[in-house]
């Protein structure tokens, strides 16, 4: 049915049209599927986050590289953390115990401090497991923005990250999201 005849101009539309945010549209963020260097309505991981211009982008990409270099030296804590156990289990004295053939294989030579502290290292390494993978999978989300400047920004920081807290460690990672 053809209403292009009618005349609505009485008609309060108010409302409507801008959703509620006032005279002022709010702008929707742009989520790309393909690599692009548009940072228009760019937001980064959350709606909160986003770009309205060439300043807030330089500072998100600053915070970006201080993410990304953060991730590096919270690997390189927990590294120190567990070389620091297995000092601290090293040093705690053996209670005497003899080591015979029925003596658990695992547990020869350890005293029951050592075995203490093992236990509660093994707590704390769990939940800075936890974190690690929980900041990595947040740095792959940074990454699948697929905007190209939130890229190098990632890769910035994971080479100043290393450059500044990977001295002890291997170039080569283990695997390849965390």
């Known amino acids: 049915m053809d209403h292009s005849h009618m005349d609505h101009s009485h008609m ?17 963020c742009n989520m790309n599927m393909l690599f692009t260097w548009d940072t228009t309505n760019l937001c980064i991981v ?20 201080a ?4 991730y ?3 690997r390189e804590a927990t590294r120190r953390y567990e070389t620091w156990v297995g000092q601290q289990q090293d040093a705690a004295p053996n209670q005497g115990e003899s080591v015979t053939e029925s003596t658990p294989f695992l547990r ?19 939940v800075l497991y936890a974190v690690q993978n929980f900041y990595a999978f947040m740095i792959m989300l940074l990454f699948m923005t697929y905007n190209g400047f939130v890229m ?14 990977g001295a002890h460690t291997k170039v080569t990672k283990e695997t390849a999201c965390h």
């Not at 309060?12 to 959703?19: F, I, K, L, T």
């Open 46 to 65: 959350f709606r909160q986050w986003h770009i309205r211009g060439p300043a807030s982008l330089v500072f998100s990409l600053l915070a970006i590289v």
């Open 152 to 165: 190098i920004a990632v890769a910035v920081g994971a080479g100043l990250g290393y450059y500044l807290f």
């Open 67 to 70: 993410v990304c270099a953060g």
């Open 12 to 28: 309060d539309h108010g409302g409507h049209g801008d959703m509620g945010h006032g005279d002022m549209p709010m702008p929707m």
């Open 108 to 126: 020869a030579g350890r005293s029951n401090q050592a075995e203490a502290i093992g236990q509660r290292a093994r707590i704390v390494k769990a």
């Open 72 to 74: 590096e030296a919270l």
